[in-house]
C-alpha cells in the first residue's frame, strides 16, 4: 500500500502547505501502523524540487504519442509514483484564489496519464490548502483539484470528523480572527483538519482493500 503526496507549493523552505502536508502523511502512517498491514509507503514529492516543462498544447497524448516534454524533464518519474499509488493527496497554496502556475502546469502535463486509458483511476484522492487571508480562496483551490482528480478518474474523499466543527477538506489561513499572523504551525483548525484527511485516505483504503 502506498499514499503519494504531491505538495505544489513554490517555495523551497517555510512552506506552510508542506507542514500540513506531512501531517497528513503522518496521521495515514499512523492509521496503517494501527491496522498492522506489513509494509507500506508513504512518499511526499515537492515539485519545485523538479523540472516541469509547460505543455504546449501540441496534443501529441491525444493521438497517443509520448509528449515531447518529457524527454527534457522529470515528469516521467513523477508519474511512475503516481503509477504505482494507491492514494494521492495534493496540497496547494492559494496564489490569487487558485492554484500555483507550478502546480498548474504539473496538472497540464499530467494529462497524458488520462489519454492514456486513465491511468490514475480508482486512486483514492484528497486534497489540502493554506492560504494568506482568512477568506484567500481556499474553496475554489479545492474545488480546482477535485475536479482534476475526478477528471483522471479517481476517487474523490473528504475529511470526516466534527459534524459541527470540522471541514471536508484540510484549511487554514495566516490571517487570524483577530487580524493578526501566524504560520501553518500555530493553526490548529487547519493542523487537525488535515490530519483528517491523512487518516481519511487511509481508512477508506483498509476498506477497500478488505
Known amino acids: 500500500m502506498k499514499i503519494v503526496g504531491i505538495?505544489?507549493?513554490?517555495?523551497?523552505?517555510?512552506?506552510?502547505t508542506r507542514f500540513?502536508?506531512?501531517?497528513?502523511i503522518a496521521a495515514a502512517s499512523e492509521t496503517l501502523t494501527e491496522a498492522d498491514i506489513?509494509?507500506?509507503?508513504?512518499?511526499?514529492?515537492n515539485l519545485v524540487e523538479y523540472d516541469i516543462r509547460r505543455c504546449t498544447g501540441c496534443d501529441a497524448c491525444v493521438r497517443k504519442k509520448p509528449c515531447?516534454?518529457?524527454?527534457?524533464?522529470?515528469?516521467?518519474?513523477?508519474?511512475?509514483?503516481?503509477?504505482?499509488?494507491?492514494?494521492?493527496?495534493?496540497a496547494a497554496p492559494s496564489y490569487?484564489?487558485?492554484?500555483?502556475?507550478?502546480?498548474?502546469?504539473?496538472?497540464?502535463?499530467?494529462?497524458?496519464?488520462?489519454?492514456?486509458?486513465?491511468?490514475?483511476?480508482?486512486?483514492?484522492?484528497?486534497?489540502?490548502?493554506y492560504a494568506g487571508l482568512r477568506y484567500g480562496g481556499?474553496?475554489?483551490v479545492i474545488d480546482s483539484l477535485n475536479r482534476y482528480a475526478l477528471t483522471q478518474g479517481m476517487i474523490v474523499v473528504g475529511a470526516v470528523g466534527s459534524p459541527v466543527k470540522g471541514g471536508f477538506f484540510g484549511a487554514g489561513s495566516m490571517q487570524t480572527d483577530?487580524?493578526?499572523?501566524?504560520?501553518?504551525?500555530?493553526?490548529?483548525?487547519?493542523?487537525?483538519?488535515?490530519?483528517?484527511?491523512?487518516k481519511r485516505v487511509a481508512q477508506v483504503l483498509l476498506k477497500m482493500r478488505g
Open 7 to 16: 505538495c505544489g507549493s513554490p517555495k523551497e523552505r517555510g512552506s506552510n
Open 38 to 45: 506489513g509494509e507500506y509507503a508513504a512518499v511526499i514529492l
Open 138 to 140: 481556499q474553496e475554489p
Open 178 to 198: 483577530e487580524g493578526r499572523w501566524r504560520t501553518s504551525e500555530g493553526d490548529q483548525l487547519a493542523i487537525d483538519g488535515s490530519r483528517l484527511v491523512g
Open 96 to 129: 490569487f484564489t487558485s492554484v500555483p502556475g507550478l502546480l498548474k502546469d504539473f496538472i497540464d502535463r499530467s494529462r497524458p496519464m488520462k489519454m492514456n486509458d486513465h491511468e490514475l483511476k480508482d486512486k483514492l484522492f484528497s486534497a489540502i490548502t
Open 68 to 90: 515531447p516534454e518529457s524527454d527534457e524533464d522529470d515528469m516521467p518519474r513523477i508519474e511512475d509514483e503516481l503509477r504505482s499509488a494507491d492514494g494521492i493527496i495534493i
Open 20 to 24: 500540513l502536508l506531512e501531517e497528513a
